[in-house]
């Protein structure tokens, strides 16, 4: 074929995010566009967005800024297109903006630079799954879109919408043709994965011809029958989270649980507007593991809140001494635009901010190496990620990628990415473990 128009393209932001972004490619690939890496090769360059926070705003706009001096065609879409005079005010030059999951306009405004060609059945064909920026062992299943709450520190009900589930007929086919084009592990995502199929009133779908409630428990249920690991993300700990924990007991989906707790202190969950306080949480905790004791939880945590006090802090460490949880992110507070808790008294300065968050992080250092070290001795199965001349790269069912630890095994050369590998722990580090694979002697 000559003359194949081709789109440059560049998806910054979350998981759900890039599900957006594969969207987007897979309709592109359907119509016949090609796709480039490099701006000269392309007749039009997609930026996909990310609005949440401050950095991340700038990062989206460095990148227009970046695709217009080299390319000069550019479209913007995504969560930083919801607000079109902040993109327009800085790179008047872009050809359009759209905001998040607003493919169709995408689309109309690539057809306005560059039409798609005729059709060549011969050379667009697009894999059942979808086009994915993702390594083909695992990919994001997004569940729904948009959500109810309205924490003080965050835009995303405006950026995204209310919460908006997909059924879970479409979820589960969507996951069955991931398995069978090869996918090792489903990562679910969503902006609160808890509240799954509450918009619909957990309306009734079918899968293989069975009645299953679009419920979060029903979908779990149906996933763990792939075979595939699944690993669920952004569990707000809802009482019916409880639910979940058996099946990953009885192995029907990862015992693994990402949950944004972001604090402890019961005074400054309050002024985030999140419900809770530490000694419930801790209660809920003790309980899971006493029904899945390998579980491993991952959460996420804002310093420097506006009005946090130093005993507040001080009761978010106890938490975490107490809590050992295995897998932690921490942020500095930052203003967002358009959000409440920019108005609250008592900013915090910078330093003392940072101070926060060195501390915080020094001692999750020690509490995840300590984790790691009781795993040295003992054999655990690991997902090939990486193939190097080095070695191999990979992760055990408690390493979400991209943002949790990783499975080192030097020299080991004769894996491939997506392979499942029994493998002794031999070390670890305060993030990371390393490990030789385990030969079968029969």
């Not at 058996?246 to 969950?269: E, F, T, W």
């Not at 006090?309 to 992110?329: H, P, Q, T």
């Given at each position: 074929m000559t003359n194949v128009p081709v789109i440059g393209f560049v998806s910054l932001g979350c998981p759900k995010a890039t599900v957006d972004s594969e969207r987007i490619l897979t309709q592109l690939k359907v119509e016949g566009y090609r796709f480039s890496g490099d701006y000269h090769d392309a007749d039009v360059v997609v930026i996909n967005t990310c609005g949440f926070i401050e950095s991340a705003v700038e990062e989206s706009l460095d990148a227009i800024g970046e695709a217009l001096e080299k390319h000069g065609k550019v479209i913007v879409t995504g969560c930083l297109g919801k607000n079109a005079q902040v993109v327009t005010s800085r790179h008047p030059g872009v050809l359009a903006v759209t905001g998040p999951h607003e493919y169709e306009a995408v689309m109309e405004a690539v057809h306005a630079v560059v039409a798609p060609p005729a059709f060549d059945p011969h050379q667009d064909l697009v894999p059942t799954s979808g086009v994915k920026l993702t390594p083909r062992h695992y990919a994001y299943l997004k569940i729904s879109e948009g959500c109810n709450h309205s924490c003080s520190f965050c835009i995303i009900p405006d950026l995204r919408g209310k919460l908006v589930s997909r059924g879970i007929t479409d979820v589960v086919a969507e996951a069955k043709n991931l398995v069978a084009d090869g996918v090792k592990e489903l990562l679910v995502v969503s902006q609160d994965t808890s509240a799954y199929g509450v918009d619909l009133k957990y309306r009734t779908g079918f899968v293989d011809g069975r009645p299953v409630a679009t419920r979060m428990y029903q979908l779990a249920e149906e996933l763990g029958k792939l075979d595939a690991w699944v690993r669920m993300h952004y569990v707000y700990p809802y009482p019916h989270v409880d639910d979940l924990i058996p099946l990953m007991r009885d192995g029907l989906i990862l015992p693994y649980l990402d949950i944004p707790l972001q604090h402890a202190s019961k005074s400054v969950l309050g002024a985030m507007k999140r419900p809770g306080d530490h000694e419930s949480m801790l209660e809920r905790i003790a309980g899971w593991r006493d029904v899945c004791?390998?579980?491993?939880?991952?959460?996420?945590?804002?310093?420097?809140?506006?009005?946090?006090?130093?005993?507040?802090?001080?009761?978010?460490?106890?938490?975490?001494?107490?809590?050992?949880?295995?897998?932690?992110?921490?942020?500095?507070?930052?203003?967002?635009?358009?959000?409440?808790?920019?108005?609250?008294p008592n900013h915090l300065p910078e330093e003392e901010k940072t101070r926060r968050l060195e501390a915080f992080m020094l001692l999750q250092a020690e509490i995840s190496a300590q984790k790691l070290a009781e795993k040295v001795g003992y054999e655990m199965v690991v997902l090939i990620d990486e193939v190097g001349a080095d070695g191999a790269v990979g992760r055990t069912y408690a390493d979400a990628p991209e943002v949790d630890g990783t499975v080192l095994l030097p020299g080991v050369t004769d894996v491939e990415p997506g392979m499942f590998v029994d493998a002794l722990i031999v070390g670890s580090s305060a993030y990371d473990l390393i490990a030789e694979p385990v030969f079968d002697d029969a």
């Amino acid at each position: 074929m000559t003359n194949v128009p081709v789109i440059g393209f560049v998806s910054l932001g979350c998981p759900k995010a890039t599900v957006d972004s594969e969207r987007i490619l897979t309709q592109l690939k359907v119509e016949g566009y090609r796709f480039s890496g490099d701006y000269h090769d392309a007749d039009v360059v997609v930026i996909n967005t990310c609005g949440f926070i401050e950095s991340a705003v700038e990062e989206s706009l460095d990148a227009i800024g970046e695709a217009l001096e080299k390319h000069g065609k550019v479209i913007v879409t995504g969560c930083l297109g919801k607000n079109a005079q902040v993109v327009t005010s800085r790179h008047p030059g872009v050809l359009a903006v759209t905001g998040p999951h607003e493919y169709e306009a995408v689309m109309e405004a690539v057809h306005a630079v560059v039409a798609p060609p005729a059709f060549d059945p011969h050379q667009d064909l697009v894999p059942t799954s979808g086009v994915k920026l993702t390594p083909r062992h695992y990919a994001y299943l997004k569940i729904s879109e948009g959500c109810n709450h309205s924490c003080s520190f965050c835009i995303i009900p405006d950026l995204r919408g209310k919460l908006v589930s997909r059924g879970i007929t479409d979820v589960v086919a969507e996951a069955k043709n991931l398995v069978a084009d090869g996918v090792k592990e489903l990562l679910v995502v969503s902006q609160d994965t808890s509240a799954y199929g509450v918009d619909l009133k957990y309306r009734t779908g079918f899968v293989d011809g069975r009645p299953v409630a679009t419920r979060m428990y029903q979908l779990a249920e149906e996933l763990g029958k792939l075979d595939a690991w699944v690993r669920m993300h952004y569990v707000y700990p809802y009482p019916h989270v409880d639910d979940l924990i058996p099946l990953m007991r009885d192995g029907l989906i990862l015992p693994y649980l990402d949950i944004p707790l972001q604090h402890a202190s019961k005074s400054v969950l309050g002024a985030m507007k999140r419900p809770g306080d530490h000694e419930s949480m801790l209660e809920r905790i003790a309980g899971w593991r006493d029904v899945c004791p390998e579980i491993a939880l991952r959460s996420t945590f804002i310093v420097g809140f506006p009005g946090e006090s130093e005993r507040d802090f001080n009761e978010l460490l106890d938490f975490i001494r107490v809590a050992k949880l295995d897998r932690v992110g921490c942020f500095t507070y930052s203003d967002v635009a358009g959000a409440q808790a920019n108005h609250l008294p008592n900013h915090l300065p910078e330093e003392e901010k940072t101070r926060r968050l060195e501390a915080f992080m020094l001692l999750q250092a020690e509490i995840s190496a300590q984790k790691l070290a009781e795993k040295v001795g003992y054999e655990m199965v690991v997902l090939i990620d990486e193939v190097g001349a080095d070695g191999a790269v990979g992760r055990t069912y408690a390493d979400a990628p991209e943002v949790d630890g990783t499975v080192l095994l030097p020299g080991v050369t004769d894996v491939e990415p997506g392979m499942f590998v029994d493998a002794l722990i031999v070390g670890s580090s305060a993030y990371d473990l390393i490990a030789e694979p385990v030969f079968d002697d029969a």
